[in-house]
């Protein structure tokens, strides 16, 4: 109820009188002014934690967040990209913040702006951790959902090198090969997959599929199988059995 909420507020306001850098305190305090209307007061207190630990993930997610609820999305980006091109900060942490910015834009892919601003700061983090293989996945998603199929492939393929054990880097890659009709890169990249990620059911489906419309059809029926008999999801399955015919 918002009574209890106002009675939290007046003890975190004590707690940060007594211990005015305790960055736990300033993020709490700032959730439960956002929660009760008071998104000055939450701006006003991320700022000061900010200004403590420029670079602290927790104050730079709730104040992005509020950035996005007042659709303010240049201030939303420019605080997020700031925090991933930050060459000091290490990858791990700026991993959630970007999952968070790819997350906002998924929930509204109109929004151009927004879409602009996801761009830019998946780039700024690949750029400042050009060695952090789920940078390069999450860039390759992105560019994926918005179209760009060419950028999202160059982005899977560093992902790969990066990270050969990522799954999902792997399917998507093969996806998009096999959307833009490049059977025969399919193969070579589906092959290496296998080799990276053995027994998925969906590499070997996809490297099955790059055979049959190559009519290869002995190949196909080969990577079909194998498919067929790796652990996967039943609704999954049905489609591999389909496609056995």
Same mark, same amino acid.
């Given at each position: 109820s918002?009574?209890v909420?106002d009675?939290a507020?007046?003890q975190?306001e @004590?707690?940060?009188?007594?211990? =005015?850098?305790n $960055?736990?305190?300033?993020n /709490?305090?700032? *959730?439960y002014?956002s929660?009760t209307g ?5 701006k006003e207190?991320l700022?000061?934690?900010l200004s403590?630990?420029a670079?602290?993930p927790q104050?730079?997610l709730?104040l992005a967040?509020?950035f996005?609820?007042d659709q303010k !999305?240049?201030?939303a980006?420019?605080?997020i990209?700031?925090? /991933?091109?930050?060459?000091?900060? &290490? +990858? ?5 913040i970007?999952q968070? $910015?790819y997350?906002?834009?998924?929930e509204s +892919?109109?929004n *151009?702006? $927004?879409k602009?601003?996801?761009? !830019?700061?998946?780039d ?5 951790s +050009?060695?952090?293989? %789920?940078a390069f996945t &999450?860039a ?5 959902q ?5 950028k999202?492939?160059?982005?899977l393929e560093?992902?790969n090198e990066? @990270? %050969?054990?990522d799954d999902?880097?792997?399917?998507l890659?093969?996806?998009l090969l096999l959307?833009?009709d490049k /059977?025969e890169e399919?193969?070579? #990249?589906g092959?290496e997959?296998?080799k990276? #990620? %053995?027994?998925?059911?969906?590499i ?6 790059a055979y @049959? $419309?190559s009519?290869?059809?002995e190949?196909a #029926?080969?990577w ?6 790796? =652990?996967a999801?039943?609704p ?6 389909s496609?056995?015919g």
């Open positions: 918002l009574g909420r009675s507020i007046t975190l @004590l707690l940060r009188d007594i211990d =005015p850098d $960055l736990s305190t300033l /709490l305090l700032s *959730e002014y929660r008071r998104e000055g007061n939450a207190v700022n000061e934690a403590r630990n670079r602290d104050s730079i709730n967040g509020i996005i609820e !999305w240049d201030s980006g420019a605080l990209r700031t925090f /991933l091109g930050d060459k000091v900060i &290490l +990858p791990e942490e700026k991993l959630s970007a968070f $910015l997350a906002k834009q998924q +892919p109109l *151009e702006q $927004l602009k601003e996801t761009g !830019w700061a998946l700024a983090f690949t750029e400042s +050009p060695e952090y293989g %789920p &999450l390759g998603q992105y560019y994926a918005i179209g760009e199929t060419e999202a492939i160059e982005k560093k992902g990066l @990270l %050969p054990q999902i880097a792997w399917r890659r093969l996806q959307s833009e /059977l399919a193969k070579r #990249v092959i997959a296998d990276n #990620v %053995p027994d998925d059911s969906f070997q489906f996809f490297i099955g599929t @049959l $419309l009519d290869e059809n190949n #029926v080969t079909l199988e194998r498919a067929s008999r790796a =652990p999801r039943k999954f399955k049905s489609v591999v059995f496609t056995l």
